[in-house]
């Protein structure tokens, strides 16, 4: 269990007793010595000490207020952990919608390869989680195409383009697909994320599962040709198409 500064609102909370609730604190540098004292509600003397012994806890929460004002419990924040995290938890953050399109831009050709490409990029959203203040952060690991003619293909990557990579025109890539026939195949992508959530700490702490977005609405036009353009020839460019 990471030791952690509860969220930002409990410098000021009462507990179950509805007995003021604050934290005194002094700091250096990555350590925090927590105290702890206690009165009664309305000033009254409290019922018996519970001046604790003094901890020390290494934590990258915010530093809590030095005084205590006059009706306080100091809070011992080595029996305080952060909580466990489900992807219902965080079902209000969602990872941008993925880009897609392919080359030859809106089209292919029977029996060579279609080259599809997707962009998703890692994000980093705050907000508020449990009643923590967070950092969900969202890192693509999986990007699933759907070729629009029954088949998928699945990848660790969005794919590249064909100069990027050093090929030519029409040859496979880990994200091409071969279409057997003519006609225009509505294609789509689907991104897997894995979640993490940072309380404030410097540490990420998965969130078992994934959380998916989906791009769609480009089409792939299929064409039979016998011949392809080319802006040259296979002596100025042996790795083009038909070369």
Known sequence: ????APPSNTGSTCDSA????SAC?????????IAANEQGKGGVPPRESNTKTRNSLRTAGPTPPEDCGPLNRCIDYSVIGVPDVTL??????????????????????VGMPTNLLASASEQRIPGTVLGWDVTVRFVP???VFDNGDGTTTRATTGGASWSSLGQGQ????ATSHVYQARGTYPVSVTVEYEASVDFGSGTWRPVPGVVRAEAA???VRVVEVRTALVDRTCVEDPTGPGC
């Open 141 to 143: 690991v999986a990007y």
């Open 88 to 109: 219902a938890d965080i079902a209000s953050f969602r990872p941008a919608q993925p880009t897609l399109a392919g080359e030859p831009a809106g089209f292919g050709v």
């Open 25 to 33: 604190a002094s700091s250096s540098q990555t350590q925090v010595d």
């Open 170 to 173: 029409f040859t496979p890539t």
């Open 18 to 21: 509805g007995i003021f609730v």
């Open 217 to 219: 609405g480009y089409g």
């Open 1 to 4: 269990m990471i030791l952690l």
